[in-house]
Nanobody, 118 residues
């Protein structure tokens, strides 16, 4: 496992943008999949987007077009660019990493709160 630290959350008005960052304390080059889930109060975490070491991606279908995931192996960081934010995007966003050669999260960051409100 690699410790992950999220940043970039906060309060934004509807229609605004945020970029979340997930920084690892050491190389992510050999981590097959990393990405983002989000969790609404009282609900289970749900996938937002994920990216592999060779930059294949998958997104929650309803978010594609507004949310874009990217990965910079040289900076040991995964990003989530969120545009045209809506109040229903308000949630805690968690970065994850996968220990196996699959998309399944096996370890997590501490989460960062995103609040979309006027």
């Amino acid at each position: 496992q690699v410790p992950l630290v999220e940043s970039g959350g906060g309060l934004v008005q509807p229609g605004g943008s945020l970029r979340l960052s997930c920084a690892a304390s050491r190389s992510i080059f050999n981590i097959y999949a990393m990405g983002w889930y989000r969790q609404f109060p009282g609900k289970q975490r749900e996938l937002v987007a994920a990216i592999t070491s060779d930059h294949a991606t998958k997104h929650e279908a309803s978010l594609k077009g507004r949310f874009t995931i990217s990965r910079d192996n040289a900076k040991n960081t995964v990003y989530l660019q969120m545009d045209s934010l809506k109040p229903e995007d308000t949630a805690v966003y968690y970065c994850f990493g996968s220990s196996g050669n699959n998309w399944i999260p096996t370890y997590w960051g501490q989460g960062t709160q995103v609040t979309v409100s006027s």
